[in-house]
């Protein structure tokens, strides 16, 4: 079933944390809501299950309004981010409550956990209580119980937290099959990029309480459309340029960004937004920039500035090296995670007039009448 | 250095402390002979003072539960106004001697007030009654079982609740469900405190039951009426029984709470 929220808003003691929030989740989607705590992520995820009560707006499951409704006439299941598993009940009844609970037959129950803990590889543990069980088989157990009752949206608060790099792996693969072969709308809340690309359909950006930027994982992490995005997804190579030239394929501008010594001319792609003399932030992706050599030879096509080697720093994902180019850092991505330049060495920070992307944007997935910027900005 | 030293002091002032308790309790056990001990406990006005009491201070426990587990649940689960009010209500007949209980009982419940006017039209009568002793044992002991059920309900994680209503749950079941099922432990240490104050209770029972020989006459009130007409062996006697009784079932329940303890703890 879809999700949809329709302006919703919501405050605790008077602060605002939902701003007025419309979203739209398709059937089946792996939708991530991804943002930094307190972005608000964890209260859309209550919404939506109706353990909190939006000030304004409404919820949409399928067709269904359910924003009067509780959370148990929804058909939703939810994984919490500690579990939350009932630590009196085996591991069998936790994954059985919601059955009980709707007075199924006992036959029934027996035969859909059975079925539902070998998909998470819990048979083995079905007897066991909670506290016998690892950070994983909690998460696998807490999954269980959420889909035995077979719920049309599946909510998870970000359930990997506490999990150790090799089970969060394993669990992700897990759930992406499962998602895949139950074909179940699913919102996942998380504040790490990394989990996001990976199991996602698409993405939303969420920073005090409304959405930067709805996209699919790979057009987020290359092209961030806001600075806060492009932040948050680690991208530090923002630059503040103004356009001096504009032609009928490139423009001419001028690299201004704070702590630069001098101005630096650089032709980027020309993007309908920039305008001769209008101050603009272009931003590239450290993927995007190549690092000659001094006395290498240099594409003619290519941007090429003088910089100087500083050191190399490693984000989540893969090693960066960082060069100055007159006083401002630009972080080229570390080839095949190979250092090969010295510290303080010369080199060329080469990148195309089209790897640079200006951010002017928000939501991708809005009404079109918004979407103006966006379809100029990537339109061929 | 420093820390033995810290360690010294505080074992000394657990020793006066443990001789503040043992001392008085022992010095009751040498006041007398098992012979008369047996004797006293077997006479008539004994046994009816510990029927009486055990009879009245079982169903205030049953009551308290009644009254006090949604109560608790209230105050744990909601926010409203006045939360804070009602709070200190709660609590209020821990600090208020019980002898001022009594007399507040006395005024409502007595025949020249209207409420008590009221009762009294309906057969209900409860000054001077087994009923007054439960409605003066109720008033001052029922706070520890709203306070230890309502701690219980409090250190539950919410998202277990969360869970059972996103699977489907009603408040009710989930309360009758999840919440009870953990906070098992909270709630017996309530049951078991309102019984030991129940049984305890003197100031407030005297005043809204009097000291009616077979009627209403509970162990503490039989105590002081036999100390005060002179009769101390019949009076050692029923403090000794209360004394026994009250330890041997914090014993039971310490015993019980820990074994749970460590159960968990072995499986976990």
């Known amino acids: ?380 | 250095m420093k820390g033995l030293s810290f360690d010294l002091v505080a074992s000394i002032m657990t020793g006066i402390f443990v001789c503040l308790i043992v001392f008085p309790v022992f010095a009751l056990f040498t006041t007398t002979s098992f012979g008369e001990l047996i004797y006293q406990i077997k006479s008539p006005s004994v046994l009816s003072a510990v029927f009486i009491s055990l009879e009245t201070s079982s169903v205030v426990v049953l009551m308290a539960l009644f009254l006090g587990i949604p109560t608790a649940y209230f105050l744990a689960m909601k926010n409203f106004k006045g939360k804070e009010i009602l709070d200190t209500l709660v609590i209020l007949p821990l600090s208020m001697p019980p002898l001022v209980a009594g007399l507040a009982l006395l005024i409502l419940l007595g025949g020249n007030s209207k409420f008590g006017s009221v009762l009294r039209n309906h057969g209900i009568d409860l000054i001077f009654s087994k009923k007054g002793i439960i409605v003066a044992q109720l008033f001052v002991s029922i706070p520890f079982l709203i306070k230890s059920a309502r701690e219980a309900f409090e250190s539950i994680n919410k998202d277990v609740i969360n869970a059972s209503l996103t699977l489907g749950a009603s408040k009710f079941h989930t309360f009758k469900t999840v919440l009870i099922p953990l906070s098992k432990n909270g709630i017996y240490t309530g049951m078991i405190m309102t019984w030991a104050r129940a049984l305890g209770e003197f100031g407030a029972t005297s005043m809204v039951a009097g000291c009616i020989p077979f009627r209403t006459e509970t162990m503490t009130v039989s105590i002081y009426q036999n100390a005060m007409s002179g009769e101390m062996n019949s009076a050692i006697a029923v403090a000794l029984f209360l004394s026994v009784f009250s330890f041997t079932l914090l014993l039971i329940f310490k015993l019980r709470v820990r074994g749970q303890t460590e159960n968990e703890r072995y499986t976990q």
């Not at chain 1, 929804?74 to 994984?79: A, D, Q, S, T, Y």
Request: charged share 25%; hydrophobic share 35%.
């Open chain 1, 1 to 380: 079933m879809s999700v949809t929220l329709n302006k919703i808003s919501k405050s605790y003691n008077g602060r605002s944390v939902l701003k007025d929030l419309s979203l739209k989740i398709r059937k089946g989607e792996f939708h991530v809501l991804l943002g930094p705590s307190g972005g608000g992520k964890t209260t859309i995820l209550s919404v939506i299950a109706g353990l909190t009560r939006q000030d304004s707006g409404s919820v949409f499951i399928g067709k269904r309004e359910v924003s009067n409704l509780s959370p148990g006439e929804r058909r939703i299941g939810f994984v919490f981010q500690d579990y939350a598993l009932f630590p009196h009940l085996t591991v069998f009844e936790n994954a059985a409550y919601g059955l009980r609970v709707k007075k199924v037959k006992e036959s029934k129950i027996r035969r859909k956990v059975d079925c539902y803990l070998s998909k998470v590889h819990l048979e083995k543990e079905k007897d066991k209580f909670p506290q016998q069980l690892s950070g994983g088989q909690k998460q696998r157990a807490a999954l269980a119980r959420a889909l035995v009752a077979e719920p049309e949206v599946l909510l998870m608060d970000e359930p990997m937290n506490s999990l150790d790099t090799l089970t969060k792996e394993t669990i992700r693969n897990e759930l992406k099959s499962i998602h895949q072969e139950m074909e179940m709308t699913t919102v996942y809340v998380t504040h790490n990029q990394d989990e996001a690309i990976l199991v996602a359909d698409q993405v939303s950006v969420l920073h005090h309480g409304e959405i930067e930027q709805i996209e699919s994982p790979d057009e987020l992490f290359y092209h961030p459309k806001t600075e806060f995005v492009a932040r948050f997804v680690g991208i530090k190579n923002i630059l503040k340029v103004f356009p001096m030239e504009i032609s009928n394929s490139e423009a001419a501008v001028q690299i201004n960004s704070d702590g630069l010594g001098q101005p630096i001319k650089i032709r980027v792609k020309r993007y309908p937004i920039l305008e001769k003399g209008k101050e603009i932030n272009l931003c590239i992706h450290p993927d995007k920039i190549i690092l000659k050599r001094i006395n290498e030879a240099v594409d003619v096509n290519l941007n090429r500035i003088s910089g100087k080697i500083m050191d190399r720093t490693k984000n989540s994902r893969d090693f960066r090296t960082m060069v100055d180019i007159g006083g401002m850092v630009l972080h080229a991505a570390t080839r095949g995670g190979l250092f090969d330049f010295e510290a303080n060495e010369n080199v060329w920070v080469c990148f195309a007039p089209d790897a640079l992307h200006p951010l002017c944007g928000k939501k991708s997935r809005v009404p079109l009448s918004k979407r103006r910027c966006m379809n100029r900005l990537y339109s061929k």
